[in-house]
């Protein structure tokens, strides 16, 4: 685990992310991109930067605001439970759980910037997390999964955690029936919603289940 700064990371010249309410989960703020950031006139090497290495934690994805939404509407699930937020990116999902009674909720990148965010993110919603640059197995917690499962790495975690016995909740805009896959998972929602702020993709991206291992 590690704590950090206050201090937010620095994405391009001239442009600040903000603390801002997202639209399907309106209780719970981010620090994210401002709406208008595309219009900035970028120079080629924030233009390079941005392409090469795109700052996944500055945007709330669907899935990421789908899981959170689901969480707080379902709250007594995370009654006494360990959470990992895996791929977690702003942290919008652990820092639902946390809100919604979670024991304790770990957050877990790859991205050192990402989990600077996070901890921002957790302390501008009043609530304590965990964060961890590398999943460590327990098939106890229950892991959350927001729009990872399309890439081989996070989909292979995923997995493991599922074959080991651990909950799951996953929420998909990219992956569909994934009931057919994992027979364990039970489809238990959908939203309609798009990343905040909007990254003008294809409004079949706008569509995010939400399955579970859990008893709901």
């Known amino acids: 685990m590690q704590l950090y700064e206050h201090t937010l990371p620095s994405i391009l010249r001239g442009v600040d992310v903000t603390a801002r309410a997202l639209p399907l989960v309106p209780e719970l703020k981010l620090f994210l991109l401002p709406d208008d950031y595309p219009t900035y006139n970028l120079g ?111 989909f292979e975690t995923v997995i493991c955690h599922l074959q080991a016995g651990g909950d799951l909740l996953v929420a998909e805009s990219r992956l569909r029936n994934l009931s057919d896959r994992w027979p364990k998972l039970t489809k238990t929602a959908e939203f309609r919603i798009r990343t905040y702020p909007d990254l003008d993709e294809s409004e079949r991206y706008d569509r995010v289940d939400v399955y579970s291992t859990l008893n709901v």
């Open 44 to 154: 080629a090497e924030d233009y390079q930067r941005l392409m090469e290495n795109p700052p996944y934690w500055a945007y709330c994805w669907g899935g990421g605001q789908a899981l959170a939404r689901w969480l707080l509407n379902n709250k007594r699930v995370l009654a006494g439970r360990r959470v990992v937020d895996f791929g977690a990116g702003s942290g919008v999902a652990g820092i639902a759980a946390a809100l919604a009674g979670a024991a304790e909720v770990v957050a877990v990148d790859i991205d050192r910037d990402a989990l600077q965010v996070c901890a921002a993110n957790a302390r501008l919603n009043s609530v304590q997390i965990r964060t961890e640059s590398h999943y460590v197995p327990s098939p106890q917690s229950l892991m959350l999964a927001a729009d990872v499962c399309y890439e081989c790495d996070g």
